[in-house]
C-alpha cells in the first residue's frame, strides 16, 4: 500500500479538541489536494473525525469550513488548474465554491470509535492520558483488520511506551504539532528506535506538504518543546517562592511573570504561558516526565491550584479561564494569590514589582523586535546592556536566561535531541521566542 | 471641429478610499454606493448654484451590480438633491471607461442643446468583497468566453501578457526599470494630493518596490501589485455646460476649461489586442482628439492617461506619440512625465498613485485637468506654459476596448 493509498481512509481522534481540530483541518487540507487532482478522479478518500460531543463535531465542521476557504482565497490560481476540466466552473468564487464542496465531503464525523477500524492512518489528537492513549489505540490496532499507521500527538508520553502497551508492532511515530496547528510550522517527530521507516517517510512528506518545519526529537518523555517548557516553569515557580521573604504570593508570581515577559523578551511571562496551556495539562506532562525520567520533576504548587480548581485553559471562544491570572482582551487583569484565596487587582500589586524590578535597558519589546528586520543587532544591544545593568530585574533575568541555557544544553546531553540547533529552532518556532535558549547573551 | 464652445467646470473627488488610507478598515462599515454619489454630487451642485441649474444627470459606473447588489444607478441621482426629481437621468457602462462614457454622454447632450448644464458624475465602490473576488467581477469587462482559460486574476494576467511581450522584444531589465519608474513617479505624485489613495505613502525607496521581481505563484507572472491600479471606493463630478449655461450658473469662463476635442473608440470585444505591444485603439482614440481639436501632442501641458497597469502608462506615451515604439520606458525612465518633465502625466498619481473606482476614473481625470487649468491643485500645481494651454485625458475600458481620449483647453 502506498502513501497516497494510506491516506484514502483516514482517522482523527479527539478532532474536536483544540490539537485535534487543528490536525483533522491539516488532513483535509493533505487529502483533498489528492482528491481534487484529476489523475486520482477514480479514488475515494474518507477522514473519521472521530470525538465523543455530536455538537462539538457540528462546530468542528464550520471551524474546518472557515479554515479551508481561507486556503482556498489564497491559493486560487493552484485551484484554477486543478478545475481546468471542468467547463461549468468559471468565476474564481464557483471554484472555491466546488472546492469547499469537496473537500467537506471527505470529512465523516462521528462519535464512534468503531469508525477508525475501517482506517488505514490513525492520527492520535485525544487528551495527554497515558492509560486514555493506551486503551483507544489498543481497541483500533485490535479490530481493526488493515494494520493501521498510527501518528500520535503526544507532546511528553514516550512513543515506545505507547508502542509496547497498545502493542502496536512498531507503526507508531510521534508526530507532536503546536497550537495552533493549523497555521503553528512546528512540527517535532519522534522515531522510535528500529520503527517503521516508511511511516517516518510518511510524516516527513506530509508536514513537508503542508509547509511545515519538521524538527526530530528523540523518545524521552517531554521530547524537546515540553522537556524546556517544564523545567522552564519549575524555575519559574522556584524563583517566585524565593521571593516569599519579601512578597506576597501574589506579588511573587507576577514579579516572575514580568521579568520573564519584559526583561526576557518573551511573547508572555512563564506564569501566563502556563494558564494559556492550562495548569491541568501542565500538570499531566510534569506527571508523565516524572514517572518515566531519573529526574525530580513536580510540582506541589500547580497541585495545590488545581485542587482549588484553578485551571486556566481557554474557553471555547478562544478566551482565558481564571489560573494564575485573570484576563480581559487577553491582558493580565488580576492575580491569584494562594495565601488569600483571592485574586488581587494587577494595578494594586505592580508598583512594587515595578520599583522592585527597576527599568529596562532599552526601551524594546518582543513586540517591537518580532517584525524588526534589525532584531539580531538590536537584541544583541540589549542584552550586554541588560548584563551591564545594576537593576534587580536585570541581575534576575540574567540569572534565569543562564538557567534556560542549562536546560537546553541538558536536552542536549540527555540524548533528547542532537544539537543545540534543533533546540532552540523548537523554541523559537513552537513558543515564539525571539532567540533560542542557547545563545551567546549570557 | 467642435462647432459649439463646451466647457467643464466645478470639478469634485471624494478621497479614493482603500488599502494605504490610514482610515480604512475593511472589517468596520463603510460609506455606500449612495454616500459617495451624494458627496460628490453636492459637491458639484453647490459650485454651481444648486440643483435648479441643472438639466440632465449621467452617471456612470461599472459593477454596482455586483460589488453592491445595485443596479438603476440613474435613480440615485435624485438623492443627491430633492431639485433633480423629475429631470432626466442616464446611466452608462463601458467597464472602467464607464466614467468617460458619463463625460461623452453630457459633451454630446449640450452639443445637442438638449442640456445647457449636465451633471456627470462617476462612481465605483469595490471594497466590499475581497480582492480576488472582485476579479472576477472586473473580469466582465473581458469577453465571458475568456474568463475560464483566463487568470485567477483576469485583468492583471491580460496586461501581465502584454508586460511579457514588451519584455520579450524590448529586454526584461529595460521594461521592468520603465514600469518601476511610472510606478515612483505615481506615488510621488500622489503625496502631493490629499485625496489621492497613496498621499500617506512614506516608502523610502519607491524604485526598490517597483522592481520587485513577481511570482506567479501568488500573483502574475510578469507584474507585482506595485504595477497595479489600486482597489478603490470613491466618486467624482463635474458639470458640462454651454456657454448659456455658464452665464445660467454664474462663472467666468476662466474658472472652466473648454472641451475642444473628443475621440470615442470601440473595438470589438470578442478579438484578441492586435498586437500586444501596442494600445492600438487607445492611439485612434487619441488621433481623432488631438485632430478634432486640431492640435498636435507638443501642445499639451499635460496627460491624464488610464494607467491601470504601469505597462499601460508605458505603452500610453507610445500610443499617444510621446515615445517611438518601444522606447517608452525609457521615455519614463528619464523622468520626461513627471512634475518637471517634458509632459507632467497623471499629476495627481493617477490610477496607480491616487486610485481606481473604476466608473468613477474617467470624471476623475476632467477633474484633475480641470483642478490644473485653474490653479486648484494645490500641492500637485504644475506650471502650465502659455503655449500649451491644452490637456488630455485617456480613459480605457477593458484590454483597450472602450475608449474616450478629451482634449480640453485652458481658458
Known amino acids: 500500500m502506498n502513501t497516497n493509498e494510506r491516506f484514502q481512509n483516514v482517522s482523527v481522534l479527539g478532532a474536536a479538541g483544540k ?3 487543528g490536525i483533522l483541518y491539516l488532513n483535509t487540507l493533505y487529502i483533498s489536494k489528492l482528491a481534487i487532482n484529476p489523475e486520482n478522479c477514480n479514488k475515494c478518500y474518507t477522514i473519521f473525525a472521530i470525538d465523543r460531543s455530536q455538537e462539538q463535531l457540528n462546530q468542528l465542521l464550520k471551524f474546518t469550513k472557515s479554515l479551508l476557504l481561507k486556503w482556498a482565497e489564497k491559493n486560487i490560481i493552484w485551484l484554477r488548474t486543478m478545475y481546468a476540466e471542468r467547463t461549468d466552473l468559471i468565476e474564481n468564487s464557483e471554484i472555491i465554491q466546488a472546492y469547499l464542496q469537496d473537500a467537506m465531503a471527505i470529512i465523516k464525523p462521528s462519535t464512534r470509535i468503531e469508525s477508525a477500524f475501517d482506517s488505514h492512518l490513525i492520527f492520535e489528537a485525544v487528551i495527554e492520558d497515558m492509560e486514555l492513549k493506551t486503551q483507544i489505540l489498543s481497541t483500533i490496532k485490535l479490530n481493526n483488520p488493515h494494520n493501521p499507521w498510527f501518528l500520535t500527538n503526544t507532546s511528553s508520553i514516550p512513543i515506545h511506551i505507547l508502542n509496547h502497551e497498545a502493542n502496536l508492532e512498531g507503526n507508531i511515530i510521534g508526530c507532536h504539532f503546536y497550537n495552533p496547528p493549523a497555521v503553528q510550522k512546528l512540527i517535532e517527530v519522534i522515531e522510535l528506535k528500529n520503527g517503521n521507516s516508511q511511516l517516518s517517510k510518511l510524516v516527513y512528506d506530509f508536514g513537508k506538504d503542508l509547509g511545515k518545519m519538521m524538527v526530530p526529537a528523540n523518545d524521552i518523555a517531554g521530547f524537546i518543546g515540553n522537556g524546556f517548557f517544564m523545567r522552564d516553569l519549575l524555575f519559574g515557580i522556584e524563583k517566585a517562592n524565593q521571593l516569599k521573604e519579601t512578597f506576597s504570593f501574589a506579588e511573587s508570581i507576577l514579579l516572575i511573570d514580568t521579568l520573564t515577559r519584559d526583561f526576557m523578551l518573551r511573547p508572555m511571562g512563564i506564569f501566563q504561558l502556563m494558564d494559556y496551556v492550562g495548569i491541568d495539562v501542565c500538570q499531566f506532562i510534569l506527571n508523565v516526565m516524572n514517572k518515566h525520567l531519573q529526574e525530580n520533576i513536580e510540582s506541589p504548587l500547580l497541585l495545590e491550584l488545581l485542587n482549588k480548581n484553578i485551571k486556566g485553559g481557554q474557553l471555547s471562544d478562544g478566551s482565558q479561564k481564571p489560573g494564575f491570572f485573570t484576563y480581559t482582551k487577553g491582558k493580565i487583569e488580576t492575580v491569584y494569590d494562594y495565601d488569600k484565596g483571592m485574586y488581587m487587582p494587577l494595578n494594586e500589586l505592580s508598583e512594587k514589582i515595578n520599583s522592585h524590578l527597576g527599568t529596562l535597558p532599552e526601551n524594546v519589546s518582543w513586540k517591537s523586535l518580532s517584525r524588526d528586520p534589525q532584531k539580531k543587532e538590536k537584541m544583541s544591544q540589549y542584552f550586554s546592556l541588560l548584563a551591564q545593568s545594576k537593576d534587580n530585574g536585570a541581575y ?7 538557567q534556560m541555557k542549562t536546560i537546553g544544553k541538558g536536552l542536549v546531553k540527555q540524548g533528547v535531541t542532537e544539537t543545540d540547533e534543533n533546540v532552540n529552532t523548537v523554541m523559537i518556532t513552537g513558543f515564539h521566542h525571539l532567540y533560542g535558549p542557547i545563545n551567546e547573551y549570557c | 471641429m467642435i462647432q459649439k464652445k463646451i466647457y467643464m467646470v ?21 460609506p455606500g454606493l449612495e454616500q459617495y454619489i451624494q458627496e460628490a454630487g453636492r459637491a458639484t451642485l453647490a459650485q454651481i448654484g444648486g440643483a435648479k441649474n441643472v438639466d440632465e444627470c449621467v452617471i456612470g459606473n461599472f459593477m454596482a451590480a455586483r460589488f453592491n447588489n445595485q443596479s438603476h444607478l440613474a435613480a440615485m441621482m435624485p438623492s443627491i438633491d430633492a431639485g433633480l426629481r423629475y429631470k432626466p437621468s442616464t446611466r452608462v457602462e463601458g467597464a472602467c471607461a464607464s466614467g468617460g462614457l458619463a463625460l461623452m454622454v453630457g459633451i454630446k447632450s449640450v452639443l445637442a442643446g438638449t442640456s445647457e448644464v449636465v451633471l456627470a458624475l462617476g462612481v465605483e465602490v469595490q471594497n466590499t468583497v475581497k480582492a480576488i473576488y472582485g476579479a472576477d467581477y472586473l473580469a466582465l469587462a473581458g469577453w465571458y468566453k475568456n474568463r475560464k482559460k483566463g487568470h485567477a486574476y483576469f485583468f492583471p494576467g491580460e496586461f501581465s501578457d502584454r508586460a511579457k511581450a514588451y519584455s520579450d522584444v524590448y529586454g526584461k531589465e529595460y521594461a521592468r526599470n520603465g514600469m518601476a519608474s511610472w510606478f515612483k513617479n505615481a506615488i510621488e505624485n500622489a503625496r502631493l494630493c490629499s485625496t489621492a489613495q497613496e498621499f500617506e505613502n512614506t516608502a523610502a525607496d519607491l524604485m526598490i518596490l517597483g522592481l520587485t521581481v513577481p511570482n506567479g505563484k501568488n ?28 452665464k445660467r450658473i454664474g462663472i467666468s469662463k476662466d474658472e472652466a476649461i473648454e472641451v475642444v476635442g473628443f475621440g470615442q473608440v470601440e473595438e470589438n470585444l470578442l478579438d484578441d489586442p492586435i498586437d500586444l505591444n501596442e494600445l492600438t485603439t487607445t492611439k485612434k482614440a487619441v488621433e481623432k482628439a488631438l485632430n478634432m481639436a486640431q492640435i498636435t501632442k507638443e501642445q499639451l501641458a499635460t496627460v491624464e492617461t488610464h494607467d491601470c497597469f504601469t505597462i499601460a502608462g508605458i505603452l500610453a506615451t507610445e500610443a499617444i506619440g510621446f515615445a517611438a515604439k518601444g522606447k517608452g520606458a525609457e521615455f519614463v525612465s528619464n523622468g520626461n512625465t513627471s512634475q518637471n518633465g517634458i509632459i507632467p502625466f497623471n499629476t495627481t498619481g493617477g490610477l496607480i498613485g491616487w486610485g481606481h473606482p473604476t466608473g468613477a476614473t474617467g470624471v476623475h481625470q476632467a477633474v484633475t485637468i480641470w483642478e490644473q487649468f485653474t490653479q486648484k491643485a494645490g500641492k500637485a500645481q504644475i506650471a502650465i506654459p502659455s503655449n500649451k494651454p491644452y490637456g488630455l485625458s485617456i480613459n480605457m475600458g477593458g484590454n483597450d476596448k472602450t475608449l474616450v481620449a478629451i482634449v480640453y483647453k485652458k481658458q
Open chain 1, 19 to 21: 490539537m485535534g481540530s
Open chain 1, 396 to 402: 534576575l533575568a540574567m540569572e534565569y536566561m543562564k
Open chain 2, 10 to 30: 466645478a470639478g469634485y473627488n471624494t478621497v479614493s478610499m482603500g488599502t494605504g488610507r490610514s482610515e480604512f478598515n475593511p472589517k468596520k462599515e463603510r
Open chain 2, 219 to 246: 500573483f502574475v507572472d510578469h507584474l507585482t501589485v506595485y504595477d497595479c491600479s489600486k482597489v478603490s471606493d470613491g466618486a467624482s463630478s463635474i458639470a458640462i455646460v454651454s456657454e448659456e449655461g455658464l
